[in-house]
């Protein structure tokens, strides 16, 4: 699931500023907001570049682990649930399943928010 802002949102916010909104604050330092906006343009382009494949995957890998049917959001709840409940713990039936899924979920943020920290990880 991505996070949030999500890319169109941060298109928006960008344009949003680029305009000078009055109601969107950002900081008087005009360097850190030109690289925020950067940060966030570049953000933007990679998830439409990306599309929604790494949602999709997520959602079939949460299915097939959980053995359910859902949404994404319901999901990912009903997965901490069982996480916090312990029902994935090392050694039990499933935890690699799981640890794999978090994994991946979590290389495809990155690879979205800052895929220079995977330089010579892929």
Not at 74 to 92: C, E, Q, S, V, W
């Amino acid at each position: 699931m991505r996070d949030r802002p999500t890319g169109p949102e941060l298109a928006d916010l960008v344009r949003r500023i680029r305009e000078n909104d009055p109601a969107v604050e950002v900081p008087d330092d005009a360097r850190y907001r030109e690289l925020m906006l950067a940060s966030a343009r570049a953000i933007a382009e990679r998830q439409q570049q990306i599309g929604d494949a790494p949602e999709r995957e997520e959602l079939q890998s949460l299915s097939r682990i959980l053995e359910a049917k859902g949404g994404l959001a319901d999901l990912n709840r009903t997965l901490a649930a069982a996480i916090r409940g312990g029902k994935y713990d090392p050694d039990a039936p499933g935890h690699d399943a799981v640890r794999d899924h978090l994994w991946q979920t979590a290389r495809d943020r990155v690879r979205e928010s800052n895929p220079k920290a995977l330089a010579g990880d892929e």
